[in-house]
């Protein structure tokens, strides 16, 4: 089945930086929107940044001026720079897809998972 695989988590200490990258395992016709979500110990999963095919940015507002998306859709690949990170961005960062023209969180495409832990 396509799936995405993700990279890049790791430990940092606060204002440190990493790069995630997820991208598409399997053959697919085309992929509409690409995003991260996370979800932290205790808590729901939410919205961290999402980028359409077109280009078009969205982030959330915890994360805005220190996260930045990008995407290469050649290789339908998403990332996502992560840079002044805080102790309240460590979470469980996942990776997801839309193969059909609609919004993220109508995803059918996941990654499994990549964590980042940020120490103070």
């Known amino acids: 089945q396509v799936h995405l695989v993700e990279s890049g988590g790791g430990l940092v200490q606060a204002g440190g930086s990493l790069r995630l990258s997820c991208a598409v395992s399997g053959i697919v016709f085309r992929i509409g929107v690409m995003g991260w979500y996370r979800q932290a110990p205790g808590k729901q999963r939410d919205l961290v940044a999402s980028?359409?095919?077109?280009?078009?940015?969205h982030y959330a507002d915890a994360v805005k001026g220190r996260f930045t998306i990008s995407r290469e859709n050649s290789n339908d690949t998403v990332f996502l720079q992560m840079n002044n990170l805080k102790p309240e961005d460590t979470a469980v960062y996942y990776c997801?897809?839309?193969?059909?023209?609609?919004?993220?969180?109508?995803?059918?495409?996941w990654g499994q998972g990549t964590q980042v832990t940020v120490s103070s």
């Open positions: 980028i359409t095919d077109g280009g078009m940015t």
């Open positions: 997801a897809a839309n193969r059909a023209p609609g919004p993220i969180d109508m995803s059918d495409l």
